[in-house]
């Protein structure tokens, strides 16, 4: 074997070394369980493909909804855990509201398409019922003395009436609700979802748990993944 040879081969260990260690550590960053797949049709699309009616039937399942408790619950089993072993943290953790805590389907099962003036007028009525998985677990987090914030795809302009809402639900005694801006016009939920994280822990806190329905929820820096809860949801997706 002569010089350049040895070379090589060393240059094909370090690479395939390099390639071993990195690799697990770069698709643990960018991989969210349940958020694989990258296109997300618009909601006329989802619409056309399959009708509200079948969604809305699918998500009274047995099957959906027992996928829906199991997450729920392996936050819980994860958030004990992690008390456990870090008890003088400040934890913190973030949910979102639509189809995480609030069941909405009576809006759509009454106007099948998402509509934004109609929304917002569902929105004030603070009609919304709780889920039962996901309130059970906002109040075990309270009993906990878990530091509990929503953040919420909904406006400002709609803080009073949801803060009604979940009043309603007994869900009171909350440590911080974001909404988003009146004006805020990206496609996206995420990156406010984002700032509003990092804005929970500049205070100090730890986020141990971010729960919500969607990707944006989830998605755009917290790294490790093991904190990111995706619930299921049978009736839309969106960006
Ligand atoms: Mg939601």
Redesign the pocket.
């Known amino acids: 074997m002569n010089v350049h040879q040895t070379h090589n081969r060393l240059f094909m260990m370090l690479g395939l070394f390099a390639f071993t260690v990195m690799m697990p550590l770069y698709a643990r960053a960018e991989t969210i369980a349940g958020c694989e797949a990258d296109t997300i049709l618009t909601l006329s699309q989802q619409q056309a493909k399959t009708p509200i009616e079948t969604r809305l039937s699918e998500s009274l399942t047995l099957g959906f909804r027992q996928q829906f408790a199991d997450v729920v619950s392996q936050a819980k089993q994860d958030l004990r855990r992690k008390a456990f072993w870090r008890w003088n943290r400040k934890m913190a953790v973030v949910l979102?509201?639509?189809?995480?805590l609030m069941d909405n389907r009576a809006y759509f099962a009454r106007h099948k398409v998402y509509e934004p003036d109609r929304w917002h007028q569902w929105v004030l009525k603070a009609e919304a019922s709780a889920i039962p998985e996901t309130l059970d677990f906002v109040k075990w987090l309270d009993r906990k003395d878990f530091k509990i914030y929503f953040i919420s795809?909904r406006k400002e302009k709609e803080r009073a009436a949801t803060l009604a809402n979940l009043k309603a639900m007994g869900v009171s005694e909350v440590d911080g609700v974001y909404l988003k801006p009146d004006d805020y016009d990206k496609a996206s939920a995420a990156n406010f979802k984002v700032a509003a994280r990092k804005e929970i822990e500049a205070k100090g806190y730890d986020i141990t748990v971010v729960m919500?329905?969607?990707c944006s929820?989830l998605r755009g820096g917290y790294g490790s993944g093991d904190e990111l809860y995706k619930l299921p949801n049978a009736i839309y997706t969106i960006p």
């Open positions: 979102d509201l639509d189809e995480t795809g919500g329905d969607q929820d």
